[in-house]
């Protein structure tokens, strides 16, 4: 059986990994444009130079040779032939399989903004190869303009900080990390942000550009008319799954590539996993579906079902924050909120259920939230005090005093 994974990130290293422990034998080709494995989720240590290429990775240096995986690095799959079962490559050659999943990822929305699509000094930060040219031009630049302020966003204003740059964040929503936080806990970052100097406009949009000789942006022009002096432009506005190698294909995809429970998508033999998806994509659920695919291919029927939540953790200048859940508040919902000195914490409740919980300060002991919002757990007769809630609440006591989960099947490991 030959195995063709395209892309080398969480999914696809998952996949690559859990067929190799599955079958011994079965040949396994990783097509990625990458040239280094890498976590995306630390771009960020890349640009204030805690990390290198190396510090970046999340396998072992000889994981290809430990899981004998043949790694056809910086290629490019520019089509799929799922009717004859093979991929073309950039340089026109193809690769035949019998087993086929796309894993890859998604790729930065730079919106057309003046010159942000063709000017020199403006990037996306999704990949290595972004962060590397991103360091290169830092390193000459000192006034930086991010604009959004996502996690990505922030993650690069808190790296140029740190290196002493000017950082100007442009933000369109009235608040910073608009889709993981609500406006108490975005403040508190902001507060943090602005004594470490960064400058923010919220409630503002990019409108337009003025480029210098070199074709580079020196100005970036807001919808109030305000002009932003910037030597480097960081886009964090959002991504889009990268679909571009399905085009013509036949595999159904959009926005992003459909597959059922299982990680197929409409043609039999082909799999995707990870941002692609549209799924939660999360790191976590990048790997579990990219283990559900790869069962699949090595025909172990397993179905993906934690389709349940995003989980966003992160930490500036001391400050822990966990976001599990949509944070969507809805008509109907219940907002519960507790506030002390030291902690912030705001459950939303749905239909008697926790759908979403915002932790700041202390984090400890957040599993159980996890659970409830994963199991989708009736919390009736509970919900006055979800802050302080445990899984021994969810236990009976037997006679000899050990204790019994009382809900069926409810694994929360």
Same mark, same amino acid.
């Given at each position: 059986?030959?195995?063709?994974i395209? !892309? ?18 079965? +040949?396994? *080709? ?12 630390m ?15 999340? $396998? ?19 089509? $799929?032939? =799922? ?11 193809? *690769? ?9 990822? =998604? ?5 057309? *903004?003046?010159e942000?699509?063709?000017?020199? /000094? ?17 390193? #000459? ?8 302020? !996502?996690? *990505?966003?922030?993650?690069?204003a ?10 100007? @964040?442009? +933000?369109?929503a ?6 993981q ?12 942000f ?25 100005k ?5 008319? &305000? ?14 799954? %990268? ?9 159904? =995809?959009?926005?992003? $590539? ?18 692609? &998806? ?14 559900v ?12 079902d934690?389709?349940y939540?995003?989980?966003? &953790? ?14 969507v $508040?809805?008509?109907?919902? #219940?907002?519960?909120?507790? %506030?002390?000195?030291? /902690? ?7 239909? !008697? ?6 932790l700041? !300060? ?11 919002? #994963? ?5 009736e ?15 009976? @006591? ?16």
């Amino acid at each position: 059986m030959k195995h063709v994974i395209i !892309g080398a990130s969480a999914a696809g290293i998952t996949a690559a990994k859990t067929i190799r422990e599955i079958d011994a034998k079965a +040949e396994i *080709v990783m097509i990625s444009t990458d040239a280094w494995v890498h976590s995306r989720c630390m771009l960020h240590k890349y640009l204030s130079y805690e990390r290198d290429e190396m510090g970046l990775s999340f $396998i072992s240096e000889d994981f290809f040779d430990q899981y004998n995986i043949q790694w056809k690095k910086e290629t490019k799959v520019t089509r $799929i032939d =799922a009717v004859g079962q093979k991929v073309e490559l950039g340089d026109e050659s193809n *690769v035949a399989y019998d087993r086929l999943l796309i894993a890859t990822g =998604a790729a930065s929305v730079i919106p057309p *903004v003046g010159e942000f699509r063709t000017a020199g /000094n403006v990037f996306g930060l999704r990949n290595l190869s972004d962060a590397q040219q991103i360091r290169s031009m830092a390193e #000459k630049a000192q006034r930086i303009l991010i604009v959004g302020s !996502g996690l *990505v966003g922030m993650d690069a204003a808190y790296a140029f900080l740190e290196n002493g740059k000017e950082v100007t @964040v442009a +933000e369109m929503a009235d608040r910073i990390l608009p889709l993981q936080l609500d406006e108490k806990a975005g403040k508190a970052y902001q507060r943090l942000f602005e004594q470490a100097g960064c400058r923010f406009m919220l409630g503002k949009k990019a409108t337009g550009t003025v480029s210098d000789a070199s074709g580079n942006i020196s100005k970036v022009i807001l919808d109030d008319n &305000t002009e932003i002096e910037c030597d480097l432009v960081i886009v964090a506005a959002g991504v889009r799954p %990268e679909v571009s190698c399905t085009e013509g294909s036949g595999i159904k =995809a959009d926005r992003f $590539i459909e597959v059922d429970e299982t990680m197929q998508t409409n043609y039999p033999y082909v799999y995707a996993a990870g941002d692609v &998806t549209g799924i939660s994509g999360i790191w976590p659920n990048a790997m579990k579906q990219g283990q559900v695919a790869a069962q699949n291919m090595c025909d172990i029927p397993t179905v993906y079902d934690d389709r349940y939540a995003m989980k966003n &953790t992160m930490n500036f200048y001391g400050l822990l924050t966990l976001s599990l859940g949509r944070g969507v $508040i809805e008509e109907n919902d #219940k907002v519960l909120i507790s %506030e002390d000195s030291k /902690n912030y914490r705001r459950a939303i409740l749905r239909n !008697g259920k926790l759908d979403s919980i915002l932790l700041q !300060g202390t984090i400890d002991y957040s599993g159980i939230y996890q659970y409830l919002i #994963k199991n989708e757990i009736d919390l009736e007769g509970k919900q006055e005090g979800i802050f302080n809630l445990s899984f021994k609440d969810f236990y009976g @006591v037997k006679e000899n005093g050990e204790y019994q989960f009382q809900i069926e099947n409810a694994a929360f490991a």
